[in-house]
């Protein structure tokens, strides 16, 4: 059930850090509640929009996102989607890319809990962690004085299951909870 892909962590370096997180916004993106890498804000570093660092990576991987797709379909589940959501609806969102020991800043104007956990529309490779981040549990948001924020911070042999799904749901004042769910990809 394996593809030509590299199941070796893709490290050119931990480029990510606590100090200098990629950036995910919770939040209403485009008109609609979701979760993304952030399509607006630039990395410190180097100047460039976080969501253009994040396809710069999948496709230094996967060019054209070929290896991604044939490595979901060997694992897919049965009437499951043909391919990983950022490939078969790119419009919706970009997916969260983070390599061994980097991390992710995920914030949202409101209070939000936030899971993580193997993406089910593909098999489980049992070489994998359960949780991307580690997380045996939901992870409730703290506020940062400008935000409220969960820090994350990828886990080691990743790339076996490759395919995550993150779970938020966002406490909007005066109304129930909503639910939002991201795609994780680990390089």
């Known amino acids: 059930m394996r593809d030509n892909m590299s199941t070796t962590d893709q490290t050119t370096g931990v480029e990510f850090t606590l100090e200098n997180p990629l950036l995910v916004i919770v939040g209403i993106i485009n008109g609609r509640w ?13 100047g460039k929009i976080y969501a253009d660092k994040v396809v710069e990576r999948l496709q230094a991987i996967s060019p054209e996102f070929v290896g991604f797709t044939a490595n979901w379909r060997l694992r897919s589940i049965k009437d499951g989607p043909g391919g990983p959501p950022f490939v078969v609806a790119p ?19 409101y209070p939000f809990t936030l899971t993580a956990h193997r993406d089910f529309h593909v098999a489980p490779d049992p ?11 939901v ?17 080691a042999a990743l790339t076996y299951q490759r395919f995550y799904k993150a779970m938020g ?10 639910l939002v769910d991201p795609d994780i990809v680990t390089l």
């Open 127 to 137: 070489r994998s962690p359960d949780s991307p981040f580690g997380w045996s549990v």
């Open 139 to 155: 992870q409730e948001s703290t506020y940062d004085g400008s935000h409220h924020v969960v820090m994350a911070r990828a886990q």
């Open 34 to 46: 979701d979760i993304q890498v952030s399509t607006k804000d630039r990395f410190p570093l180097d």
């Open 91 to 109: 419009d919706l969102h970009h997916p969260v890319a983070l390599r061994y020991q980097e991390y992710a800043r995920y914030q949202c104007d």
């Open 169 to 178: 749901w966002i406490n909007v004042p005066g109304g129930p909870p909503v």
